[in-house]
């Protein structure tokens, strides 16, 4: 088991990062919580997890403890393989998940691609009992809710921009906000980012 690997960026990109440990270079899957976190480091410790099939074996990677332990117990449950439960840390931080768990709040997980309603059902009843609260306590902090986060960006999304670069905007936004913006402000703002990034 490769508990975590450490050594230089060679290459970064959204769904992934090569890592150089000393002349070999290993490609590491990632979530977009991830990217944003390694922003322009030049070296990073970056912990992972080994997919071992057949034909292939697959590292995963992720810039906090949390975001793995939510990935490990997502791939946990029967319907979510490893790109899904990329899929929902790439859209949700792992401290919202948890949270939604807690909570009971299907409506989350059903906006994530891939996760339909039977299985978050499933999710929820086969981690609420499993999920550690000091996850879902890390975003108690002020600030919008993975609902209103959530809706903002498939608004954007319809409106034909990236998720990718919808998601970060709107990450920004929420980071540098003195307040708690409503939907409604972090969609117009947003809008006037990305906008103003086209031109």
Do not use: C, W
């Not at 009843?125 to 108690?140: F, H, M, N, V, Y």
């Not at 809710?145 to 034909?160: H, N, P, W, Y």
Request: aromatic share 6%.
């Amino acid at each position: 088991m490769i508990e975590y690997l450490q050594g230089k960026i060679a290459e970064l990109r959204a769904d992934h990062v090569v890592v150089d440990v000393n002349g070999v270079a290993y490609m590491v899957l990632i979530s977009f919580q991830s990217y944003e976190k390694i922003g322009a480091t030049k070296e990073i410790r970056i912990y992972t997890h080994l997919q071992v099939k057949e034909d292939s074996h697959t590292l995963y990677g992720f810039m906090d403890r949390d975001e793995r332990v939510m990935f490990r117990q997502l791939i946990s449950i029967s319907g979510v393989g490893p790109a899904t439960a990329r899929v929902a840390l790439s859209s949700i931080p792992a401290s919202d998940l948890a949270e939604a768990i807690i909570n009971a709040d299907e409506a989350t997980f059903k906006r994530i691609k891939g996760i339909g309603p039977k299985t978050a059902k499933r999710i929820i009843l086969d981690l609420r009992d499993k999920i550690d609260p000091t996850i879902a306590q890390s975003s108690s902090k002020s600030g919008p809710s993975a609902d209103q986060k959530s809706e903002a960006l498939s608004a954007l999304a319809s409106l034909g921009f990236s998720r990718g670069e919808a998601t970060k905007t709107v990450n920004q936004l929420i980071k540098t906000s003195t307040g708690t913006p409503t939907t409604e402000e972090l969609i117009r703002t947003a809008l006037k980012v990305l906008s103003g990034q086209k031109n």
